[in-house]
């Protein structure tokens, strides 16, 4: 089940750690043909952030699908818990 993203510090590193705790890292076996970037920008005066994802085709050497979003942040700046704000 996923858990709700809107939640105070304190559960925030509670879900972070049970997160963390089930991470696989494993090699790739075969070739990989598609990396995804992401990435958000946050203005320090305002409530507002922008969030990028890029589908990068590995073989045709160019973006698959780009999107942007601006949109309200519903988390504070914590250090350490970025991925509830980003």
Same mark, same amino acid.
């Given at each position: 089940?996923?858990?709700?993203?809107? @939640? %105070?510090?304190? #559960?925030?590193?509670?879900?972070?750690?049970?997160? =963390?705790?089930?991470?696989? &890292?494993?090699?790739?076996?075969?070739?990989?043909?598609?990396?995804?970037?992401?990435? @958000? %920008?946050?203005? #320090?005066?305002?409530?507002?952030?922008?969030?990028? =994802?890029?589908?990068?085709? &590995?073989?045709?050497?160019?973006?698959?699908?780009?999107?942007?979003?601006?949109?309200?942040?519903?988390?504070?700046?914590?250090?350490?818990?970025?991925?509830?704000?980003?």
């Amino acid at each position: 089940m996923l858990d709700d993203w809107n @939640v %105070s510090t304190e #559960r925030a590193v509670e879900i972070q750690r049970e997160h =963390a705790s089930r991470i696989l &890292i494993t090699p790739i076996s075969q070739p990989v043909r598609y990396v995804a970037g992401l990435d @958000v %920008s946050l203005c #320090r005066d305002s409530d507002r952030g922008w969030a990028a =994802a890029v589908l990068w085709d &590995i073989k045709l050497g160019e973006a698959g699908e780009i999107h942007v979003l601006r949109q309200k942040m519903k988390f504070p700046y914590v250090p350490g818990l970025l991925s509830f704000r980003e």
